[in-house]
Each structure stands twice: as C-alpha cells, then as structure tokens.
C-alpha cells in the first residue's frame, strides 16, 4: 500500500509564529502534492498544492517546500493566526493510479 | 452555488443493518470518491468512481458497495459486514484529470450501536 507519512499528529504555536508540518512519500511515481485544511465539522479545502518539478511555492501565509530527493516536503505557515487552528493533511497523487493518499493529519492549534 | 451535497449529516443505526449514504454534486465532474475518517488515521478510500457505470475499489473496499448509475450521484451503502462502521464518511469529486484538486462535501457522521 502506497504511503504518505506525516508528522508531527499535533502541534501548538503561540499566535504570529511560524508552524512547520513535514510529509514524506515513498513512491516516485507520485506527481502532485496538496495540502488540505479542515475545520470541525467540514469536509477538507485545499490549501495549496506543488509538483515536483518546482522547490517551493508560496500563497500569501502558506509555502509549500519539495525536496525530490529526499522525498519529503512541508507545509509552512507564517505568522500563524488562531483562525488557522484547524487540522492539515498532506496528500499524494497518482503513482501509477487515478487517486489521493493522505497522510494521518496534523491538528494544529494557534494560541493568543 | 456549485458543490457537493451529502445527506444527512448525522446518522444512527442499529447493528446489523445496512445503511446508505447520500452524495450528490452539482459541479460537473467526472470523477467521485469515498473517505473515510477517523481520528488518528487520517482519510482512507473506499471507493471511487472516474466515469459513470464504473467505479474501482480503494483501500478500504471491505464491508462497503456503491454505485455510479448518475453522473451527479455516487451513494455508498455500509453494510452489516463492515466491522466497524461508525467514522465520519467524506464524498469528494474531481474533474479526474492528473492532479486536479478533490471538493469535498461537508460529510456524515454515522454513528451504529
């Protein structure tokens, strides 16, 4: 079964700090890489999204950075708000089918 | 307002019983998935379909059936085989193109004692 391994499962940071979540992935074949954010009670949104080709993308707050090699990339999220406490999942897709692994969640919560 | 509707939000059923839930979308896409979660486990597939009449098994198929006889419409029906059926089930869709982006719907809690 194909994996997307994510850490840490929870994570507090005090309000205007950075927060820092890291996946890693092990099959090659995978080529696009969203993250979802998802409140209580909702289905997840995306968030952003990478492929391999590209290092790093940022969205206002939020980057995304890729390391190809090491098969790993991480969600940053700058000056970190209480509005963003809210559980993020990476994902992957493809390797070799039409569908989404996700990683176990990060439930993140922004303290004033 | 374009999205994905599922119905209803909470569920409780007895066990032994087969229960379907509902998942309708108004976007236009080809593609429609099953999730489900639970805490600790992130979200895990059940099933999902890329085009009408046909759908494939996910990692989760067990104790679980579907169908695609609409392309607005992918019900999943929990059966009494499903050892352990209370989660929270997700409805998702998707062009199904190679990386096009997953809207969910706000989900059902299914609850069965």
């Known amino acids: 079964q194909q994996q997307v391994k994510q850490s840490p499962q929870s994570l507090i940071v005090q309000k205007g700090g950075i927060s820092i979540i890291n996946c890693a992935y092990e099959n090659t074949a995978f080529d696009y890489f969203p993250w979802y954010q998802q409140f209580p009670g909702k289905g997840p949104a995306l968030l952003i999204a990478i492929r391999p080709d590209v290092s790093e993308k940022k969205e206002g707050r939020f980057t995304i950075s890729f390391n190809k090699s090491a098969k790993q990339f991480s969600l940053h999220i700058m000056d970190s708000q209480p509005g963003d406490s809210a559980t993020y999942f990476c994902?992957?897709?493809?390797?070799?089918?039409?569908?989404?692994?996700f990683g176990t969640g990060t439930q993140l919560k922004v303290e004033l | 307002d374009g999205g994905i509707t599922q119905s209803p939000k909470y569920l409780f059923r007895k066990e032994g019983q087969n229960v379907t839930l509902s998942c309708e979308q108004n976007l236009n896409h080809d593609a429609m998935y099953w999730y489900r979660q639970d805490p600790g486990q992130g979200l895990r597939l059940i099933y999902y379909?890329?085009?009408?009449?046909?759908?494939q098994k996910g990692d989760i198929a067990e104790g679980y059936s579907v169908s695609r006889e609409k392309k607005e419409s992918f019900p999943l029906t929990v059966t009494s085989a499903q050892k352990n059926p209370t989660a929270f089930y997700l409805c998702?869709?998707?062009?199904?193109?190679?990386?096009?982006?997953?809207?969910f719907g706000n989900g059902t809690r299914l609850t069965v004692t």
């Open positions: 994902a992957a897709w493809g390797g070799g089918e039409n569908k989404l692994t």
């Open positions: 998702a869709s998707s062009t199904g193109t190679g990386g096009s982006p997953l809207h």
């Open positions: 379909s890329q085009i009408v009449n046909d759908f």
